[in-house]
């Protein structure tokens, strides 16, 4: 299976624990990239741990050897879309979360995350890689 693949901060942290569902999948010809918000949730993961520096220094390693994907005026314009369209349907989801699906649709990726509001989300391609 190849493709271009967004990871969310649950499958980011299952490859650094070695998941074999993750790392299986990362050895078929697929790009992945990061988004800066996982990236934010990695290092408040990081600074609430007991071991902070090697956990901080871990997430900055990640952070140097991935492609990153910041937010932009058009990032904002697909979160706005998507959270109005939750509201609508009366199915919130964490703001984190629909900036992440923001980036992924407003560059043609695929989600990677084991949550499953992800499905809520219109036209958002989603995989599991479990």
């Known amino acids: 299976m190849s493709g271009e693949f967004l990871l969310d901060t649950n499958i980011v942290i299952a490859l650094t624990l070695g998941d074999g569902a993750v790392l299986d999948r990362l050895e078929n010809d697929v790009t992945v990239y990061l988004s800066s918000i996982v990236l934010g949730e990695l290092f408040f993961g990081a600074y609430r741990s007991a071991r902070v520096e090697e956990n901080l220094e871990r997430v900055t390693e990640l952070a140097a050897h991935n492609t990153v994907l910041d937010c932009d005026t058009s990032t904002a314009r697909h979160f706005g879309r998507i959270k109005n369209r939750l509201r609508i349907a009366g199915r919130p989801i964490p703001e984190n979360d629909i900036w992440i699906a923001a980036l992924a649709r407003q560059h043609g990726l695929t989600l990677v ?5 992800f499905g809520e989300i219109e036209g958002l391609e989603v995989q599991a890689w479990q």
Do not use: I, L, T, Y
């Open 113 to 117: 995350a084991r949550d499953a509001h």
